[in-house]
């Protein structure tokens, strides 16, 4: 069985600082992993999508990295900024749309 | 972006009533859709698969005589929480595809808090 770990449960940062958030998974036959970011009321909204066959995605001041060997992929944001403040899920899928989620890391950015 | 509207935002029912929650996707067709829930501290769990036209396939675990999922349209899926119990209390989420996307990014719907007195 699946199981996501997210490391840390919780950050909180000054604006400004550069962050890294970490996610694992047990087993690495996944056909891709995608990172969330989770506001109260507003459900998800996905960040970045990264195929089995990809090392890593860039957004903005976002980038994800992915190992599937290890089982391991963390979320890279610059510059943090108090409105980045919110859970961030990881989830991988063994297939498309079945996700297995971790349980989030709550990121507060203060001014 | 696709936009899944997903209605209540949040419920208060009585023990042994039936809860229905509806997901539409406003802006394009979703052939699949997913359901999920996610007890306090804990992470989102998926109960089924919904597809258009078809029965929705449940996760093991997930009774499907209690949870009802009903996918008519390209559009619309609902999900029926029947003789609600206070051990269903939960916020639900659904997910879709856009079938016409070669992406496979999903989007979600705000998520429904059900709270069962």
């Known amino acids: 069985k699946q199981e996501v770990t997210q490391i840390p449960a919780a950050l909180s940062v000054p604006e400004g600082e550069n962050l890294v958030l970490n996610c694992s998974f047990t087993d690495s036959a996944i056909y891709n992993l995608q990172w969330f970011r989770q506001d109260p009321g507003k459900g998800l909204t996905s960040l970045l999508l990264i195929q089995s066959s990809q090392r890593e995605q860039t957004s903005g001041r976002l980038n994800a990295s992915l190992d599937k060997s290890s089982g391991r992929s963390t979320l890279y944001i610059a510059a943090s900024q108090p409105g980045d403040s919110a859970t961030y899920l990881c989830?991988?899928?063994?297939?498309?749309?079945?996700?297995?989620f971790g349980q989030g890391t709550i990121l507060t950015v203060h001014p | 972006g696709a936009v899944v509207s997903q209605h209540p935002s949040w419920v208060i029912c009585k023990s042994g009533t039936s809860v229905k929650i509806e997901c539409r996707s406003l802006d394009f067709q979703a052939t699949t859709m997913f359901w999920y829930r996610q007890f306090p501290k804990q992470s989102l769990m998926l109960m089924a698969t919904s597809n258009e036209g078809s029965k929705a396939t449940y996760e093991q675990g997930v009774e499907k005589d209690k949870f009802l999922i009903n996918h008519a349209s390209l559009t619309l899926s609902t999900l029926t929480v029947t003789s609600a119990h206070p051990e269903d209390s939960s916020f639900y989420i659904c997910?879709?595809?856009?079938?016409?996307?070669?992406?496979?990014?999903?989007?979600f719907g705000s998520g429904t808090q059900l709270s069962v007195l």
């Open positions: 989830a991988v899928s063994p297939s498309y749309g079945k996700l297995t």
């Open positions: 997910s879709a595809r856009d079938r016409t996307e070669s992406n496979e990014k999903l989007f």
